[in-house]
């Protein structure tokens, strides 16, 4: 099992409540989760509720090529890092995300902000 992050990774879904996701389709112009992350791998995901104001952040796992299980919630729509308890009856968007609390990045300064800070920049720079 790797993390795997990929590009255009989007499925609807009209999955309720605190568990696993059921994913239904890709919408055009984007890539299943079967397609871009692979049934086994664990990947950054975001869940918006179309119909209300909820959202969930966090790592899961892709169990089989529809099913995706919400493993870690790292930000939500409720403040706190529960699973968000989804709201029947509505559709959600699920799609991978880079998580702005797991980028590492260079501010307008060219300093390297994130996990490791400067010490990743200059791990970096040395591996280079």
């Known amino acids: 099992m790797a993390l795997v992050l990929n590009d255009r990774v989007k499925e ?12 239904t389709g890709a919408p055009d112009g984007f890539i299943t989760f079967n397609t871009g992350i692979s049934t086994g791998n664990t990947t950054y995901y975001a869940i918006r509720n179309t119909g209300v104001n909820e959202f969930e952040v966090g790592v899961g796992t892709l169990l089989n090529s529809t099913t995706l299980v919400r493993t870690t919630v790292i930000d939500n729509s409720n403040g706190d890092t529960n699973k968000v308890d989804f709201t029947s009856g509505t559709s959600l968007n699920v799609f991978c995300t880079l998580p702005a609390s797991k980028a590492i990045y260079l501010d307008a300064s060219g300093n390297a902000v994130g996990a490791a800070g400067a010490g990743f920049a200059v791990a970096m720079a040395i591996a280079l």
Do not use: V
């Not at 609807?12 to 994913?23: D, Q």
């Open 12 to 23: 609807t879904s009209s999955s309720s409540g605190t568990g696993n996701i059921t994913l």
